[in-house]
């Protein structure tokens, strides 16, 4: 599947540029476009210009709202990160236009980080005049769910979280939700955890975006995932993980192996454990009994996936999400593990949405209040000081 990927606000764009550099490794690895067209839109120029892998023209580095914020973001009002994106809105629907291996792209994908100013106004906005302009081509938003320090002490990023969500679900195909709580390693920097954090959320779409696109022999599965069957499988709520089985670096050869029971046992149960770690490891926490739609690829050396190994994970697939539509495939390569990508889409119930309506109506209410009596209190002052003549 081939992605036209838009990045907005500071967290969009830094994970859009980890597919920048997915993109180059399928060209270098598998010989494959997964994303013709990678494009960043910030209200922040410096965060624009610390960008690695995007292309560095103003037609793929995108800066919005210059004159309003003087390329120094919005600082969380994420109503003025959609005025300003309703303004400049066109400067990116050019920049699409622009690009001349567009016609390739089969769906969209805007990245942002529900939290913020900038990425969280500007996702529904923009995603409403793609919408508008590209009738045949689905449109499929990432957002980024704020760490739990961030919602414990930030009213603001709650409340811009939910508005987000609720605004963004509404207009797009699906929506990935990813919370970022899920990724903190404990051990790392701030610095050098953002950047972990984001590689592994663009991680899981390789194999997927590739699976469909290869045209070598050798990396053709039996039964290949492509395009269609993801946009078929993508609808509403969304998590996607991948999970990941080394395999031992010294083998005997396979007629040895048959023999040995222990190895043979090892071999098709290898799936099952590999699926096991992908639904431990999903993007945010859900069930998957409560997905409508499934998708998932098994990836390994062609020899690793046997027919005794494919249908153990369909089988194990099936028991986990009873109530889905399963599509699933296979893509050979040459891997030193097994990896197996799952997409759960059409959710209908993730609890940590629920927990985002809930306080940020409760902080809609107190918030008002707080405004009302912010007011008194100034008029108050003000109406002490009426009689004293103004210098
Ligand atoms: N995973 C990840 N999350 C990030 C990153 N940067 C920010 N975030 C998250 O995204 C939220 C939004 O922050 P930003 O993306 O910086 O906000 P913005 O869209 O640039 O908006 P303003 O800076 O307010 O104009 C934060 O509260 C974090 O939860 C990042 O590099 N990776
Ligand atoms: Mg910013």
Redesign the pocket.
């Known amino acids: 599947m081939k992605l036209t990927v838009i990045g907005?606000?500071?967290?969009?764009?830094?994970?859009a540029d980890h597919f920048a550099r997915l993109n180059l490794k399928a060209h270098a690895e598998r010989k494959v476009t997964i994303a013709p067209d990678i494009v960043a839109v910030?209200?922040?120029q410096a965060?624009l210009t610390g960008l690695q892998f995007i292309k560095e023209d103003y037609m793929h580095r995108i800066l919005i709202g210059l004159r309003q914020?003087l390329g120094?973001?919005?600082?969380?009002?994420?109503e003025?990160?959609a005025q300003l994106a309703r303004e400049d809105g066109d400067k990116v629907m050019d920049a699409i236009k622009a690009e001349p291996r567009f016609y390739e792209t089969h769906a969209f994908l805007l990245i942002?980080?529900?939290?913020?100013?900038?990425?969280?106004?500007?996702l529904p906005v923009l995603a409403q005049m793609i919408k508008d302009r590209y009738l045949n081509k689905p449109i499929y938003a990432l957002v980024?769910?704020?760490?739990e320090h961030?919602i414990s002490s930030?009213d603001r990023?709650v409340y811009?979280t939910a508005t987000c969500l609720k605004s963004i679900y509404d207009i797009v195909d699906a929506v990935f939700l990813?919370d970022?709580q899920r990724?903190v390693r404990k051990d790392a920097s701030l610095v050098n955890n953002?950047?972990k954090?984001?590689r592994q959320?663009a991680e899981p779409f390789y194999d997927l975006m590739c699976a469909g696109e290869v045209t070598k022999r050798k990396y053709v599965g039996a039964r290949t995932i492509d395009a269609g069957d993801l946009i078929a499988s993508l609808e509403g709520w969304t998590t996607i993980g991948v999970g990941r089985t080394p395999l031992p670096a010294f083998r005997f050869p396979r007629e040895i192996r048959k023999k040995q029971f222990r190895d043979k046992a090892v071999e098709s149960f290898r799936g099952s454990q590999t699926l096991d770690a992908t639904v431990s490891d999903l993007s945010i926490v859900c069930s998957p009994k409560d997905a409508a739609k499934v998708a998932y690829v098994i990836a390994g050396p062609a020899k690793e996936i046997n027919m005794e190994m494919v249908k153990n994970v369909s089988d194990y697939v099936k028991e986990i999400a009873p109530n889905a539509l399963i599509r699933g495939g296979d893509f050979p390569g040459e891997k030193h593990f097994i990896d197996i990508t799952l997409i759960l889409s059409q959710l209908s119930f993730v609890p940590k949405i629920k927990e985002f309506y809930e306080k940020a109506v409760q902080y809609g209410q107190v918030h008002k209040e707080q405004i009302e009596e912010t007011h008194k209190g100034i008029q108050a002052l003000a109406d002490l000081g009426r009689e004293l003549p103004s210098l």
């Open positions: 907005l606000g500071q967290c969009g764009c830094r994970i910030n209200t922040d965060d914020t120094h973001g919005v600082g969380k009002i994420n003025l990160g942002a980080g529900a939290a913020g100013g900038t990425g969280s106004g500007a980024v769910l704020p760490f961030e930030e990023s811009n990813v970022n990724y953002m950047e954090i984001n959320i």
